[in-house]
């Protein structure tokens, strides 16, 4: 049965999360995205079906509570936006590292430092590139709506215990404000599954399950590497998800990634009506990047112009992915500045088709 | 000569079935052996092997799941706490433990060890405090004593530019979410035995649901202490017990009144 109802994004991701049978959420409060402890509070999920919310006394805290929920076998997740996602990469490192599966939701604000509260996009490299230490990757989506903010919530624990690996949500401060209508899934029943890789109490006449990211013999510690490197190569290719508007018969491109590529796709709309030939292409997932889906487009295209709330970060994947096919150029605003529609029109026209 | 010898009726002391059959890589007469033995004999003797769940630091004993025979986690430098607490309030009927040096407890981890202790988590942290970072090699911790050298206090700690030793255990056993606070040592056999006893009594207390146990074992660090393992005890009786001083801080409300 269909429900429909008007959300904030924040707090539409945290019911997504109790629906999807989250187990545990660990938090500490940040604005833009407080919304998410505050609706699971409200909730009285203990009651609504066992879920665990605690407070914790910093980001470094709760993402270590989830380490340690997380190699139970639960379904723990954390949330925070950028200063407080800073504090917690060393922790995310480690579940990597061991190989524990959770969610992580990034509500992005304006930095660099304690930087501002109003939206952006400047944590790009930072979810993507491994803002943590070691060779390690996050799957890292993108929703550009609530609605997709609650199905990405969904799809995020799926991933994550697919994977055996952290998943990123990256939403922004524009997403996680704003109210839209939403379609909310039917509630998920809590699992209780018993992996073999989670610390439940060792079962007699088996050996105790262990869940740690050391291994001092660097012989041994390149295997875990090489095992990681394979378990990505696999997402790279069972799990890229992107977006195309008007790409068929293209000369141009946009893309932009989140609230970013709403106000991109209006641009593209008004370069439509004037008759160039121009499309949208929006990553969903910013890793596993869409690289080949930009690589196919590169030959039609004679530009691209990849729109950010920030100063030029997914541009370098852009880059990588058409290989100098075709030229590719960057418009932002940052710092917490929305770009418009208008603005967006203009720097397209100057870089792109006069550029 | 010696076969005749192994005999049941003959045996006086055997392993604990908790230990697994690792060699230890600790060093010749450090305190964490003696720790994790009588640890693990309390796991053996309450029977909840395979209900415990345990949570290693980073410092010397960051290899503790090598050696215990159960379920355990390792957590990054000073964060079991926080681990401990959400392995415990997912799964609030096992038996939890952390088990962390001073660095890891009272310096990057402070914050964790104060705020779950606060909370009143319902676990058991079992805090070695050998004055000293052991892992790195000798560095100051912040349990070092007044004057006393390490690889970063070469001429003795300073207290108008390094501050005075920290007593965390003190500390927590101010906070009310505490149950069971106490201070030991394993350097002599009669020390031993109390320290076990004290592990015992505080796992117990972990299924009465009211709240954290905190057992601090003073132990000793020959290597970065620079002294013989005989050395080092005579050092620690000397100097970290009049600092430290062993016994109960605080008990459990009802034993209180007896
Ligand atoms: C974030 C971080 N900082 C520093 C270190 C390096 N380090 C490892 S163990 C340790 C100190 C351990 O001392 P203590 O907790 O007293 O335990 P001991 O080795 O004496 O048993 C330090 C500083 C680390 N592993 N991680």
Request: one cysteine or more; charged letters at 25%.
């Amino acid at each position: 049965m269909k429900e429909l109802r008007l959300m904030k994004g924040n707090e539409a991701l945290a019911e997504a999360a109790i629906r999807a049978g989250a187990d545990a959420y660990f938090g500490y409060p940040i604005t833009p995205q407080s919304e998410v402890i505050e609706y699971l509070m409200a909730a009285r999920t203990e009651d609504r079906t066992g879920m665990i919310v605690l407070q914790a006394e910093s980001e470094i805290a709760a993402i270590n509570m989830v380490y340690g929920a997380a190699g139970c076998g639960k379904r723990a997740f954390t949330s925070s936006s950028s200063p407080g996602i800073s504090l917690k990469q060393e922790g995310i490192s480690y579940i990597a590292g061991a190989e524990l599966p959770c969610v992580i939701v990034n509500v992005v604000r304006g930095g660099p430092g304690l930087g501002t509260i109003q939206p952006s996009q400047s944590d790009y490299f930072q979810s993507v590139k491994g803002g943590g230490h070691g060779d390690y990757k996050l799957i890292v989506l993108a929703p550009a709506t609530v609605q997709e903010s609650v199905d990405y919530m969904k799809l995020a624990f799926e991933l994550a215990f697919k994977y055996r690996n952290p998943v990123m949500i990256q939403s922004d401060g524009i997403i996680g404000q704003m109210m839209e209508k939403v379609e909310l899934f039917e509630q998920m029943p809590r699992l209780e599954p018993d992996y073999e890789w989670a610390t439940t109490g060792k079962k007699p006449g088996k050996p105790s399950t262990i869940v740690t990211s050391l291994q001092l013999e660097s012989e041994e510690q390149e295997k875990v590497n090489h095992r990681l490197q394979a378990k990505y190569r696999e997402v790279e290719k069972n799990e890229v998800r992107y977006e195309q508007f008007h790409c068929e018969d293209a000369e141009y491109l946009f893309t932009a990634f989140g609230s970013s590529a709403r106000i991109t796709r209006k641009a593209m709309e008004m370069a439509r009506e004037k008759g160039i030939k121009v499309g949208l292409l929006r990553p969903q997932t910013l890793y596993p990047f869409p690289s080949k889906a930009f690589y196919d487009l590169a030959d039609q295209l004679k530009g691209i112009l990849c729109v950010e709330m920030n100063a030029g970060q997914m541009i370098e994947d852009v880059r990588l992915s058409v290989n100098g096919k075709t030229r590719v150029e960057h418009f932002g605003r940052f710092g917490g500045v929305i770009p418009n529609p208008d603005e967006i029109l203009k720097a397209f026209e100057q870089k792109i088709i006069g550029g | 000569m010696a076969e005749n010898l192994i005999k049941p009726e003959n045996l006086v002391y055997k392993k604990s079935g908790i230990m697994t059959d690792r060699v230890l890589h600790y060093c010749p007469g450090c305190g964490h052996g003696t720790a994790h033995r009588i640890l693990a004999e309390v796991i053996e003797e309450l029977g909840i092997q395979n209900e415990t769940i345990g949570v290693a630091p980073v410092g010397c004993s960051v290899l503790a799941y090598y050696y215990f025979d159960v379920d355990m986690q390792e957590a990054a430098h000073g964060r079991a706490p926080a681990v401990a607490t959400g392995i415990k309030r997912v799964m609030p009927e096992k038996y939890v433990f952390t088990y962390q040096g001073d660095g890891d407890l009272a310096a990057i981890g402070t914050a964790e060890t104060i705020h779950a202790c606060n909370r009143g988590e319902n676990i058991l942290i079992v805090f070695v405090n050998n004055g000293i970072y052991g892992m790195t090699g000798g560095q100051m911790a912040p349990t070092t004593l007044i004057g006393m050298k390490s690889s970063t206090s070469p001429f003795g700690r300073d207290i108008k530019t390094m501050g005075s030793p920290i007593k965390m255990t003190e500390l927590v056993a101010q906070l009310p979410g505490t149950y069971y606070v106490t201070r030991q040592a394993v350097h002599k056999p009669a020390n031993v035995r109390k320290a076990k006893k004290a592990l015992k009594k505080a796992l117990e207390y972990q299924k009465l649901n009211k709240g954290t146990c905190f057992v601090e074992i003073v132990s000793n660090c020959p290597s970065n202490w620079k002294m013989t393992p005989v050395q080092s005890n005579e050092w620690m009786e000397e100097n970290m017990f009049p600092y430290y001083p062993l016994g109960d801080i605080k008990l459990p409300q009802d034993e209180n009144k007896k």
